[in-house]
């Protein structure tokens, strides 16, 4: 007796909208963070919104963009303040 296989039908991610690039882009830029994470970030929200169209995405998006622009916030700096290094040799250790 055969047995038939059945064939699961897998769902594949759909390419992004370029406009929802684009705006994923400004917030990274201005985060200071990666492209992946900015969408990261968009998609984790637009999720606890319950949020599934594309154009709704793109406005959450702009919106955290606008929300990280008005907060003052200089992430480029901070994380230049955190990089670099110390200036004296007082938190290494030289011997044993």
Known sequence: MMRKSSV??????????????????????QL????ASARRKVEVKAAQQGLR???AKQ???DQLLAEAISSGDNNHELLTSL???VGNADNFMVED
């Open 8 to 29: 699961a039908a897998v769902a594949m991610a759909g390419i992004p909208d370029r406009a929802f690039n684009a705006a994923c882009g400004k917030l990274a830029s």
């Open 32 to 35: 200071g963070i990666s492209l």
């Open 53 to 55: 169209e594309s154009a």
């Open 59 to 61: 406005q959450l998006a």
């Open 83 to 85: 990089l670099e290094a």
